[in-house]
């Protein structure tokens, strides 16, 4: 079975400085994806940022980037620039490529930013 | 798009009674998830449909649990009896098969006292 770890329950940064969130994962599966889920206190799930295994090259989308481990199955989100609005609990979550489409989530990391 | 579309937002429901919750999911996917959010066992997926038939529904707590999908543009999550452990978040989201990653709704507050 998959599962997916994150180890930091919490963690805070300062507004405009980097912060990077980890995630490890655990499948036997070759091929996956990997996904940064956002949930502010309006509790809305919101995709953040996609990988897929197979592509080498590290997903961006404007201020969050990823650093995609295949070997080491990590999947560390880094947010650049962090904003007020940045504050949430931020998910990780695996979904094997075949037919069946569930995501499997980790814990959850809350982060706070600090003005 | 308006996005998946959850009803009610919140949801406050005396021990014993029947809660419905119901979910339309984005034109066009064809995959729908209902998932139970808690402090103590965080996300889970309690049910998944594929074009309308249930897929897995091993994450269904107990008979007390039941879903449906009558059409590829409506789901139902229904609780009978109520129980106050069932007071959680109750998302739904729906996604594409050519497009991994889910579309969350904005969820139900349930309350059960």
């Known amino acids: 079975a998959q599962t997916v770890t994150q180890s930091q329950p919490e963690m805070s940064v300062q507004e405009a400085e980097t912060v990077t969130l980890s995630c490890t994962y655990d499948t036997s599966e070759s091929d996956y994806y990997l996904f940064w889920y956002k949930q502010p206190p309006s509790r809305q799930m919101i995709l953040v940022i996609r990988?897929?295994?197979?592509?080498?090259q590290n997903a961006t989308e404007n201020r969050f980037s990823v650093n995609f481990q295949k070997a080491a199955k990590s999947f560390s989100l880094k947010i650049s620039d962090s904003q007020l609005g940045d504050a949430a609990m931020y998910f990780c979550?695996?979904?094997?490529?075949?037919?069946?489409?569930?995501?499997?989530f980790g814990s959850g990391t809350q982060l706070t930013v600090l003005p | 798009d308006a996005g998946v579309i959850q009803s009610p937002r919140h949801e406050v429901t005396e021990m014993g009674q029947e809660v419905t919750l119901r979910c339309k999911p984005i034109s066009g996917h064809n995959s729908l998830f209902w998932y139970r959010q808690t402090m103590m066992r965080g996300l889970e997926l309690l049910i998944y449909f594929n074009n309308n038939v249930p897929i897995d529904d091993s994450g269904m707590p107990e008979d007390r649990f039941s879903a449906k999908m009558p059409n590829a543009s409506f789901s139902t999550l229904k609780i009978q009896p109520s129980e106050p452990r069932d007071s959680a978040v109750y998302f739904c989201?729906?996604?594409?098969?050519?497009?991994?990653?889910?579309?969350f709704g904005s969820g139900t507050r349930l309350t059960v006292v």
């Open positions: 979550a695996y979904n094997p490529s075949n037919s069946a489409r569930q995501l499997t």
């Open positions: 990988q897929e295994a197979y592509k080498q």
């Open positions: 989201a729906s996604s594409l098969d050519s497009l991994p990653g889910y579309t």
